[in-house]
Nanobody
Framework: QVQLVESGGGLVQAGGSLRLSCACSRSLLSINVMGWYRQAPGKERETVAT???????NYADLVKGRFLISRDNAKNTIDLQMNSLKPEDTAVYYC?????????WGKGTLVTVSS
C-alpha cells in the first residue's frame, strides 16, 4: 500500500506561482513512476508531469517551460513548481504513484487561477 497526501493548492492570480507537494508513505526508491495529474470541471483527468525512479521527467505540452517536477528521496516527497499560471490551469491536482502494475492516487488539492 502507498498513501499519498498532497498539499500546497490554493488561489492565485494569473501569472503567479504555486508549489505543490506530495508526501509518500514509502520510499520513492521502491516506486517506478510518480507524477502529477489534474482534472478540471467537466473534463477528464490528464497528465501534467511524471518522474521516474531514475529521475527522468516528462511534461504535458501545455505546461512545458512553466512547470517543474522534482523529487526528494530523503523526504519521500515530490513537488510541482508551477510558474506563469493561467486560468486554464485551474483544476484539482492529484499525486500519482505506480508500483509495478498498481496505481495509487492522492485525494487531490485544488488550484484556482483567477484572471
Amino acid at each position: 500500500q502507498v498513501q499519498l497526501v498532497e498539499s500546497g493548492g490554493g488561489l492565485v492570480q494569473a501569472g503567479g506561482s504555486l508549489r505543490l507537494s506530495c508526501a509518500c508513505s514509502r520510499s520513492l526508491l521502491s516506486i517506478n513512476v510518480m507524477g502529477w495529474y489534474r482534472q478540471a470541471p467537466g473534463k477528464e483527468r490528464e497528465t501534467v508531469a511524471t518522474i521516474t525512479r531514475d529521475g527522468s521527467t516528462n511534461y504535458a505540452d501545455l505546461v512545458k517551460g512553466r512547470f517543474l517536477i522534482s523529487r526528494d528521496n530523503a523526504k519521500n516527497t515530490i513537488d510541482l513548481q508551477m510558474n506563469s499560471l493561467k486560468p486554464e490551469d485551474t483544476a484539482v491536482y492529484y499525486c500519482h504513484a505506480r508500483v509495478t502494475i498498481v496505481n495509487y492516487w492522492g485525494k487531490g488539492t485544488l488550484v484556482t487561477v483567477s484572471s
